[in-house]
């Protein structure tokens, strides 16, 4: 088994008197991508948000490259390297695309090659047309690349990517899963959340399924796919 | 009037302008990155001016030369950036968190202390400061002559705006700067310590201040008011530009500026009104300012923070209310005059503070200005009985009408608002009265107010006066409750906590926040006529910004999540504040040092030390 780069453990979290996660467990490998599945509310953004630091947790620990991250200001976690890619894709709206990444630029920490400017826009053909423009003016699908390309400016070792394809034309949704293969073949360790299987399975080598705050299935993506009695109870509406 | 003459008028309304804009820009860029009102800008410009006083009369001793000059204005303004660092890590950092309004009275706090400070370094004397070398000759514009000074004056301003722009658009720190005005908690995700964001962004809020005060001391000297009467100036310059728009602030300073230097030919007496009428006007057509965009909600506390549960009296309760209601009845019986005379203060206090309590901790609807409706109650009260020749009694009807009069003049432009907006615009109506009774000197006596305010005959022993404050407060304060228990106080309450599902659910939210408004008018008015009966005079102090700034820390201190909070509050800082005052010449500071120990200690004031009492009991 490969090196885990992020490992969570008995999580539990919740916003004012509200519990929405109750232990959740889970782990990333260096290089691979995960798939965390459940529906609507199940608690996927939480467990991100509770990862990241956003909604700091009440219990059980969140490692990260060997690190207790646990408690860690949002800003401390970035810099050790994991990106995190919000829901809700929160694009600096009075910003232009290229101040958009200027904002998440962080220097490389690793041997790796350095993500530039340049080469994003190589990957996004469309962000390098409108770097000037204010993200304001954006369609759904570029403020997702641009909210994508934003995280991977800070040089991430692993990411976190909430609901990369929710709302999307099916054209951008290929883009994305493209995007997700692409950080893979970089060696980034991907973390996605995600509702449908379809776009799931393409991209991703295991996954999670959670539900009503819990982890309810581990496995491969193939285990997945093949348990009928999973899918139907926790991810078909 | 000539041509010439307008021109000039013009130029020195951009003067002004300019200054303006220079301190508002600190202002606006702070509020953007950090959410938090600073009260204590005014205090930074002032310091800016004290400072300059200071250094550049020292600097050219050496050589009268424009260079040690500017020098001088430059280190002065520094120096207050460092200031404002220091007032970031110290106590701002710590207030991030907490809702807006804990944040203002904290900020207050630090005007406060500064006030004192000022006068104990500086002393109390006005200090004037050197003219600019190079500077000090007129220009002739048109036939007119006209200040070199001022003519530079009109080029700091667009200078400012365009190195503010560039820092903006063309370093790291600026494009940080915007993006943490729109998402800060964004901004952290990707990396980026808020902390030294936040340290650097006050340095240069602070630094701006500084410069706009060590700007002016050619024109005016260096005085310990100077803090309060700008404040107001910028708040409006902000709230009318847009809070956090740089461009908006210098649009709204260029708008004022004119309306100022053109408003003062037509209307003398009024110009102030003219200013808050703007702005009152901008904010109905444009809720966030000319610039301005809708606040982004991210980050903010998620509980509301007020009145949460409605108990009924308990066993202990309505024994403590009894003790109360008989210690205020035997006061008269056993006390001494100081001692009723405080007594009567503190029951008028008590109703005022809450009525306040009535819209901040049930309404959600945090006024800045509740002083103006207690002052302007006790002005009708007693210009009527000074002037119109009236009785006590007929004005005692009509202070609590006068109140709701002007709540629900105003108040039919504050609930157009919510959040901070409506704080500023609250103010803002509260200077506009302010300016008003100041102004108004045939009338309202200007500063010195009017004297001669005496209860009838019947009521002028100090102990059947306490009887009858005590019987107007108890049942002004007893009604009050009542509504606070009764559907409508729940309505309210409801449009507090979301203000879109009570929309939804069928409440008319506008509607229901306006009447509370005018009701808590009402009941501010009745307690300022009877303390300007109790005072036995009225003068523009009533209605000033201290004024309401001790009604919220009433609240603060009494805790505005409960029904009678209010009520304790009033009482310990009033008896406090009575107490300590005469004992020491920095009362002022010991009272904005109590305000932020209050805010960061004791967040939920005295009856909220209590609840947790019963809790655990």
Not at chain 1, 191 to 204: C, K, Y
Request: proline share 4%; with cysteine.
């Amino acid at each position: 088994m490969a090196e885990a780069v992020l490992e969570v453990s008995g999580v539990t979290a919740g916003y004012g008197p509200a519990e929405v996660l109750f232990g959740v467990d889970l782990t990333l490998e260096r290089g691979e991508v995960a798939a965390l599945m459940g529906r609507n509310g199940a608690g996927k953004s939480t467990t991100m948000k509770a990862i990241m630091g956003m909604l700091p947790p009440r219990a059980g620990q969140v490692r990260f490259a060997g690190q207790d991250i646990t408690g860690w200001a949002p800003y401390r976690i970035a810099r050790a390297g994991l990106g995190y890619v919000p829901e809700d894709r929160r694009i600096f709206t009075d910003l232009t695309v290229a101040e958009n990444l200027e904002v998440g630029r962080r220097p490389a920490q690793g041997a790796r090659a350095a993500w530039t400017v340049e080469r994003l826009y190589e990957i996004f053909p469309n962000l390098a047309e409108m770097r000037g423009r204010r993200a304001a003016a954006m369609s759904g699908g570029e403020q997702q690349m641009l909210t994508i390309a934003r995280t991977l400016m800070g040089n991430p070792e692993a990411v976190l990517l909430d609901e990369p394809s929710e709302g999307l034309a099916p054209v951008i949704v290929e883009l994305m899963a493209e995007a997700v293969l692409r950080m893979k073949a970089e060696g980034l360790a991907v973390l996605l959340s995600e509702q449908s299987l379809d776009f799931a399975a393409a991209v991703s080598d295991r996954a999670y399924v959670i539900e009503k705050g819990s982890i309810r299935f581990a496995g491969t993506m193939a285990a997945l796919e093949a348990d009928d009695h999973i899918r139907t109870t926790y991810l078909t509406v | 009037m000539d041509f010439g003459f307008l021109v000039v008028q013009s130029l020195s309304g951009l003067a002004s302008a300019s200054s303006l804009f220079v301190i508002a820009s600190g202002l606006t860029l702070v509020f953007g990155v950090t959410r938090i009102v600073n009260f204590a800008h005014g205090s930074f410009y002032m310091l800016g001016a004290y400072m300059a006083v200071t250094v550049v009369p020292w600097l050219l001793d050496f050589d009268r030369s424009p260079l040690l000059f500017f020098t001088g204005v430059l280190v002065s303004a520094a120096v207050v950036g460092v200031l404002g660092v220091v007032m970031e890590v110290l106590l701002l950092r710590r207030l991030y968190k907490v809702p807006e309004l804990f944040q203002l009275l904290a900020t207050f706090g630090v005007v406060l202390m500064v006030q004192d400070a000022v006068l104990w370094i500086w002393g109390p004397v006005e200090i004037p400061g050197p003219r600019a070398p190079g500077l000090r000759h007129g220009v002739e514009i048109l036939g007119q002559r006209f200040p070199a000074y001022e003519l530079f004056l009109i080029c700091v301003g667009p200078a400012v705006l365009g190195l503010l722009w560039l820092l903006m658009h063309r370093t790291r720190f600026g494009i940080l700067i915007r993006a943490a005005t729109r998402d800060r908690e964004m901004v952290g995700a990707l990396g980026v310590n808020q902390a030294l964001l936040f340290t650097g962004t006050l340095f240069l809020g602070a630094f701006l201040a500084g410069l706009g005060g060590a700007l002016q001391i050619p024109r005016v000297s260096a005085n310990s008011q100077m803090d309060l009467s700008i404040i107001t100036e910028a708040f409006v310059v902000t709230v009318i530009g847009g809070m956090g728009s740089v461009p908006g602030a210098f649009l709204a300073a260029v708008i004022i500026g004119q309306l100022n230097s053109f408003g003062v030919l037509i209307f003398p007496k009024i110009t102030l009104v003219l200013v808050f009428l703007l702005m009152a006007v901008v904010l109905v057509v444009k809720p966030w300012g000319l610039l301005g965009r809708p606040e982004p909600a991210a980050g903010r506390a998620a509980l509301p923070e007020g009145i949460l549960a409605t108990p009924r009296f308990g066993l202990w309760e309505k024994v403590i209310l009894a003790v109360v209601l008989a210690a205020t009845l035997a006061v008269p019986v056993f006390g001494d005059a100081y001692t009723v005379k405080v007594a009567t203060e503190v029951l008028i206090f008590a109703l005022a503070a809450f009525s306040l309590n009535f819209l901040v901790g049930n309404g959600g609807i945090v006024s800045f200005g509740h002083a103006a409706y207690f002052g302007l109650g006790a002005y009708a009260a007693g210009l009527l009985v000074t002037k119109g020749g009236f009785a006590m009694e007929p004005a005692l009807i009509a202070a609590p009408l006068a109140g709701a009069a002007f709540a629900a003049l105003f108040g039919f432009f504050v609930v157009r608002l919510t959040g901070i907006y409506l704080a500023m615009l609250t103010l803002a109506f509260a200077q506009i009265a302010y300016a008003v009774c100041f102004q108004w000197v045939e009338v309202t006596g200007g500063d010195n107010g009017v004297v001669g305010v005496w209860p009838s005959a019947w009521a002028r022993s100090r102990e059947v006066f306490h009887y009858l404050v005590a019987g107007c407060c108890i049942l002004g304060i007893a009604a009050l409750r009542h509504v606070i228990y009764a559907p409508f106080g729940a309505t309210l309450r409801a449009a507090r906590d979301s203000e879109q599902r009570a929309d939804a659910i069928g409440i008319d939210v506008r509607m229901h926040r306006w009447l509370a408004f005018t009701l808590a008018g009402a009941a501010a008015g009745l307690a300022g006529g009877l303390y300007a009966f109790s005072k036995g005079s009225i003068d523009p102090t009533l209605l000033a910004i201290p004024m309401s700034i001790d009604f919220l820390a009433m609240l603060l201190l009494g805790g505005m999540q409960t029904v009678m909070g209010a009520v304790a509050g009033a009482a310990a800082f009033h008896t406090i504040k009575d107490f300590f005052m005469p004992l020491t010449d920095h009362w002022r500071f010991f009272l904005g040092a109590s305000i932020i120990a209050l805010v960061l200690i004791f967040p939920r004031g005295l009856s909220g030390a209590y609840g947790a009492l019963r809790r655990r009991a």
